[in-house]
């Protein structure tokens, strides 16, 4: 069993490898992939996570397109996944998402991806590493790490409920409408993605404590069942992976914008306010 920290340093990282039973998976663009990436790392495209069928396109493959990835892929129930990207976590935090999706909890995210891992001057590769395939299955998918539409609608308005919208602040006003409607969710409290990454650490998250207040301040706190989203469940894959290292009940609600603006039946807000 891997004693690896959810949020893993660099540097932390740099001076254990080669790991025995470990999958480090880079969800950088390829070209970024091919130039330079944790040694021995393999990629992995975004989409094969992805469904990409409306209305809810960020919702994850169909059990049977999972099970072929994650073989795939070589994943076992025992090995440790290092997750990490080239934007801040988003792709790494959704696919540490999808492995909570099929019980696999063993997994951590390199801080800052190769951002931070180039900053610190730490030795890179060049080149493609296959994968050595495996017979994966999934049981069934563990359905409290998402939270569906119509769960969302039941649990508007109640005190132990909050909703973290990722989306840029022209998204959540209505200002900027990307589905059938602009605006957001009613009560849902806005902190776009990037926000929490600090630029001039290589993309590292911000000061957890003082992220762990600001979110408090905002009502997103422990005492609370936590829903997150974006447009598409991307950039909410980074505000996913915050809520797992701040000890929050943190949900995907995977449908979206993408699905909750399309749909004329569901409550929306615009402004500034939830």
């Not at 919208?165 to 589905?179: H, L, N, P, T």
């Not at 059938?180 to 776009?192: D, K, M, Q, S, T």
């Not at 992220?211 to 980074?238: P, V, W």
Request: aromatic share 8%; proline share 5%.
């Amino acid at each position: 069993m891997s004693t690896l920290p959810l949020l893993i340093e660099p540097k932390e990282l740099a001076a254990q490898l080669p790991l025995a039973n470990t999958l480090i998976i880079d969800q950088s663009k390829l070209d970024t992939y091919l130039q330079h990436h944790i040694p021995g790392a393999i990629h992995l495209d975004f989409k094969r996570l992805q469904l990409g069928q409306k209305p809810t396109p960020g919702a994850l493959p169909s059990l049977d397109d999972l099970n072929a990835l994650f073989s795939e892929l070589g994943l076992t129930p025992d090995t440790h996944v290092i997750a990490y990207d080239d934007e801040g976590g988003g792709w790494a935090g959704r696919l540490i998402w999808a492995l909570d999706m099929i019980g696999h909890s063993q997994y951590s995210y390199v801080n800052g991806g190769i951002h931070a891992w180039l900053k610190d001057g730490l030795t890179t590769e060049a080149g493609e590493n296959q994968p050595v395939a495996s017979q994966f299955k999934i049981q069934s998918l563990q359905h409290d790490f998402a939270l569906t539409k119509d769960e969302i609608i039941e649990r508007i308005g109640k005190p132990d409920f909050a909703i973290w919208d990722a989306r840029s602040a022209q998204e959540y006003s209505g200002e900027k409408v990307i589905s059938a409607r602009g605006g957001h969710i009613p009560g849902a409290v806005n902190y776009e993605w990037t926000r929490g990454m600090d630029a001039e650490n290589g993309l590292r998250i911000q000061n957890l404590d003082e992220f762990r207040e600001l979110l408090k301040a905002m009502g997103i706190d422990e005492n609370k069942e936590i829903a997150t989203h974006c447009q598409t469940h991307h950039r909410s894959g980074y505000t996913y992976l915050v809520g797992k290292i701040l000890g929050l009940n943190i949900k995907a609600y995977a449908g979206s914008w993408s699905e909750w603006g399309n749909d004329e039946s569901t409550p929306v807000n615009t402004g500034e306010q939830p």
